[in-house]
C-alpha cells in the first residue's frame, strides 16, 4: 500500500493547463449562452420588444451576430 502514487494532486506544469482548459470551456458556454438567448431575443414580437424598449432594429442587429461575439 505504501508503494502507492497520490495522482490527484495537480503539479505545477498542469496548473496552466487547467486555467486554460476552465478558459476554453467558460468561453464555450458564454457562447452557448448568448446564442440561446439572441434566439429567444428573435421569437419576440413587437409588443414584447416595446416593453422592453428595444427597437426591431436593435434585435435585428444582435440575432444577425455570430454566436462567438
Same mark, same amino acid.
Given at each position: 500500500?505504501?508503494?502507492?502514487?497520490?495522482?490527484?494532486?495537480?503539479?505545477p506544469q498542469a496548473k496552466?493547463?487547467?486555467? *486554460?482548459?476552465?478558459?476554453?470551456?467558460?468561453a464555450f458556454t458564454d457562447?452557448?449562452?448568448?446564442?440561446?438567448?439572441?434566439?429567444?431575443?428573435?421569437?419576440?414580437?413587437?409588443?414584447?420588444?416595446?416593453?422592453?424598449?428595444?427597437s426591431h432594429a436593435d434585435?435585428?442587429?444582435?440575432?444577425? *451576430?455570430?454566436?462567438?461575439?
Amino acid at each position: 500500500m505504501n508503494n502507492l502514487q497520490n495522482v490527484s494532486i495537480v503539479t505545477p506544469q498542469a496548473k496552466p493547463r487547467l486555467v *486554460k482548459l476552465r478558459g476554453l470551456l467558460r468561453a464555450f458556454t458564454d457562447s452557448l449562452e448568448r446564442a440561446r438567448t439572441r434566439r429567444l431575443l428573435g421569437q419576440l414580437n413587437d409588443q414584447q420588444l416595446s416593453d422592453l424598449g428595444i427597437s426591431h432594429a436593435d434585435r435585428l442587429n444582435e440575432v444577425d *451576430k455570430p454566436f462567438w461575439r
